[in-house]
């Protein structure tokens, strides 16, 4: 079972998110947008891992209080197009606490350094200047109320984002 643990957004962040994804086509963005239903913040990548249940207790243990978080800037990584997040002392400590529990708990997960953005495109094209695209970058801030152990399997369209449980 491929696993990771998400933020998964409220209405107002995902209609400024999917108003972006929709103002870059018509500027002539070509690739594979992310589908509204699958947006969302990684915290930690933990990938083929048989036991959901031992995650969900993993983050379960782990403290966590309501936080606020706020869309701030969009970003290229190779023809990957993102949608960054401000910068958030509590988002920061909570994955810091997340993935030490994840470890202390012998549960794999991607341990590259947690940079917050959210997947737009992939394996994108623009003929364009960046700066084109990068001029009206999306508003929205949201209450984080709770976290998602989500799994991912691919079906005949993409992949599809299942919810496993959450704290």
């Given at each position: 079972m491929r696993?990771?643990?998400?933020?998964?957004?409220?209405?107002?962040?995902?209609?400024?998110?999917?108003?972006?994804q929709s103002e870059w086509k018509v500027l002539g963005v070509r690739g594979n947008f992310t589908p509204a239903q699958n947006l969302h913040l990684t915290l930690a990548f933990i990938g083929e891992y048989g036991n959901p249940n031992s995650v969900l207790e993993a983050m379960n243990s782990v403290s966590f209080a309501p936080f606020s978080i706020s869309l701030d800037g969009i970003g290229?990584?190779?023809?990957?197009?993102?949608?960054?997040?401000?910068?958030?002392?509590?988002?920061?400590?909570?994955?810091?606490?997340?993935?030490?529990?994840?470890?202390?708990?012998n549960i794999p997960y991607d341990r590259k350094r947690f940079s917050p953005h959210i997947t737009l495109v992939r394996r994108a094209e623009?003929?364009?200047?960046?700066e084109e695209l990068i001029k009206n970058p999306p508003n929205g801030e949201m209450e984080v109320k709770s976290v998602s152990l989500m799994s991912s399997t691919r079906g005949k369209s993409g992949m599809i984002y299942t919810k496993i449980g959450g704290v």
């Open positions: 696993l990771f643990v998400a933020i998964e957004f409220d209405e107002e962040i995902l209609q400024a998110l999917t108003k972006l290229t990584f190779r023809d990957i197009y993102w949608a960054g997040i401000s910068e958030n002392v509590a988002l920061s400590n909570y994955v810091r606490r997340l993935r030490r529990t994840l470890a202390e708990n623009f003929n364009g200047s960046i």
